[in-house]
């Protein structure tokens, strides 16, 4: 059973930084494309970013490009969201996402597509 823990999340001032990290169990995460969600409260679950399973490709929404960086270390069976010059509304629980994947290169945005959850890390960015 593939299991993911998400980890690093907390409080922090508006422009400060954080790193999330998510490790996964299991002998072949290096075959899982991963991506990174967030839900406010009462809001919908969003997409964040996303990497391939080689981490030759990578894709973040409008929102973070520029400030937040997806990667992912297969030989530790990790991805790793750095997340820099954070705002109010990046507050959010984060939730890191796998799914099998037969190419080296695709990456995954679609919530549905997604087979393994995290429990999520709560982070919040203070004004």
């Known amino acids: 059973q593939v299991q993911l823990v998400e980890s690093g999340g907390g409080l922090v001032q508006a422009g400060g930084s954080l790193k999330l990290s998510c490790e996964v169990s299991?002998?072949?995460?290096?075959?899982?494309?991963m991506g990174w969600f967030r839900q406010a409260p009462g809001k919908e679950r969003q997409f964040v970013a996303a990497i391939s399973r080689s981490a030759g490709r990578t894709y973040a929404a409008d929102s973070v490009k520029g400030r937040f960086t997806i990667s992912r270390d297969n030989a530790k069976n990790t991805v790793y969201l750095e997340m820099n010059s954070l705002k109010f509304e990046d507050t959010a629980v984060y939730y890191c996402?796998?799914?099998?994947?037969?190419?080296?290169?695709?990456?995954?945005?679609?919530?549905?597509?997604?087979?393994?959850w995290g429990p999520g890390a709560q982070v919040t960015v203070s004004s």
């Open positions: 996402a796998g799914v099998w994947s037969p190419l080296d290169n695709e990456v995954v945005v679609t919530s549905e597509k997604y087979a393994y």
């Open positions: 299991g002998r072949t995460f290096s075959t899982y494309a």
